[in-house]
């Protein structure tokens, strides 16, 4: 112990080895977490020389991922809508009865004015509610069609790839906000572990000053923090008891705070209904969705075309006219905001309770899959570079602080 005492005297600055451990292992956490998201896109000259965060960089292949879990372990489209109903979609379909009608008021208006001024004004309400009731049955009719063909309309794998596509930030927005307290556990116990590995570092040191130990020091202190961290986030993945202690990987300890923000990340970020109904529309998809309108549409005029009062406001000479231009503005508002199919993606399905709910049931593996790709992809460049890092700053320590030692080792 003297002996110790002795160095210590003659060199204080050998006290520091502990805390420039601690800012080491902090300071290479901070980075790795950092290199795992930016920059967005590529810095430097490809191949050789460069850097793009891991998860932008693999971001459609994280998205498609993540889409593969949630339509495999948590959604199904058909389960969704199993419990979906034309009956109950009343309140949404009432704007939408009431353009189409006002269209093809407007059209009868155009197309025979005598015809449709001389009913008199309780006829032409007649007109309208029948007009409307037929309208409100073809939609349902529509919705209906809709739902048994659904795997045909959406594609959520689809509609996942196009907004990453669109939006690189999406994937990393989405894994920083979900393991936001990962995260930020990483770059914590970097310094906590650090500090624990330069006090034993201190003792060697104090016994063996040879010239390599500070570096070799740093590398392993470098190493050691972000695989460390990593560990422990994930693992053990049940909880497991060690005498009075529970021990539990961090992210499963949060499976129901989890649950709650992807769910409401992914609803609102990704599978949206913006983003549901810009898909269909830009894929051969909208061609199929358009395809049942107009063969609904279809019926309903064939049903108006032997009805005695359609015929007595609308010569058969306009009618084909009519049916074309309805189905052309229907086409037109369809996706439109509050359109039809908006309105149908919004409210046909709740994904974001659905996928929390049946997130919150996963099973540690499964539910492990959530966030842990955003790591084990090329994670042990993470964990070379903070072992690379923490190797330079043994390097710079040896060579500012212990000049001594890097001569007499020489």
């Known amino acids: 112990m003297q002996a110790f005492l002795d160095v210590i005297t003659r060199d204080p600055l050998v006290l520091l080895i502990p805390p420039i451990s601690a800012f080491v292992g902090w300071f290479t956490n901070v980075l790795a977490v950092k290199m795992m998201f930016y920059p967005t896109e590529f810095v430097g000259v490809r191949p050789l020389l460069g850097w793009q965060g891991l998860v932008p960089a693999n971001g459609q292949k994280l998205g498609k991922f993540s889409t593969r879990l949630i339509t495999t372990k948590l ?13 109950s979609f009343t309140t949404e ?54 739902k048994q063909n659904i795997n045909q309309v959406v594609d959520l794998e689809e509609v996942v790839t196009k907004a990453i596509l669109e939006d690189k930030t999406l994937v990393t927005q989405l894994f920083l906000e979900v393991g936001a307290k ?25 016994a063996y000053p040879a010239w390599w130990i500070l570096p070799l020091a740093g ?34 300890k949060r499976q129901h ?11 609102a970020k990704l599978l949206n209904p913006d983003n549901i109904v810009e898909t269909i529309q830009s894929s051969a998809k909208g061609d199929f969705v358009t395809g049942i309108v107009n063969r609904q549409l279809d019926a309903l005029f064939e049903r108006y075309g032997t009805h005695p009062m359609a015929a007595m406001i609308l010569p058969d000479t306009e009618q084909e006219a009519l049916r074309a231009q309805i189905q052309s503005r229907v086409a037109e508002e369809m996706p439109k905001p509050g359109g ?62 212990f000049e001594g030692a890097l001569k007499s080792g020489a």
């Open 219 to 252: 590398f392993f202190v470098g190493y050691a923090t972000n695989w460390l961290a990593l560990k422990l986030i994930f693992e053990p993945a049940e909880p497991k008891k060690i005498g009075p202690f529970v021990f539990q990987g961090l992210f499963h």
């Open 182 to 206: 990962e995260f930020k556990f990483i770059e914590r116990s970097g310094a906590y572990f650090g500090l624990l590995f330069g006090l034993v570092q201190l003792a060697v040191w104090l």
């Open 340 to 401: 039809f199919l908006h309105t149908f993606a919004a409210r046909a399905i709740d994904i974001r309770g659905e996928l929390m709910e049946r997130m919150k049931q996963l099973d540690p593996k499964s539910f492990e899959g959530v966030l842990r790709p955003a790591f084990q992809q090329d994670e042990w460049k993470l964990i070379i570079a903070g072992a690379a890092l923490g190797l330079l700053a043994g390097v710079l320590q040896l060579m500012y602080l």
């Open 257 to 267: 705070e989890v649950a709650e923000r992807f769910a409401e990340l992914v609803s």
């Open 75 to 87: 959604m199904r489209l058909e389960e969704l809508f199993e419990g979906f109903s034309p009956e």
């Open 93 to 146: 379909l009432g704007p939408v009865v009431d353009q189409i009608t006002a269209e093809v008021e407007t059209e009868v208006k155009r197309r025979a004015p005598m015809m449709w001024d001389n009913l008199a004004p309780e006829v032409q309400e007649q007109v309208r509610d029948m007009i409307r009731g037929e309208v409100r049955a073809t939609l349902a009719l529509v919705l209906q069609d809709l």
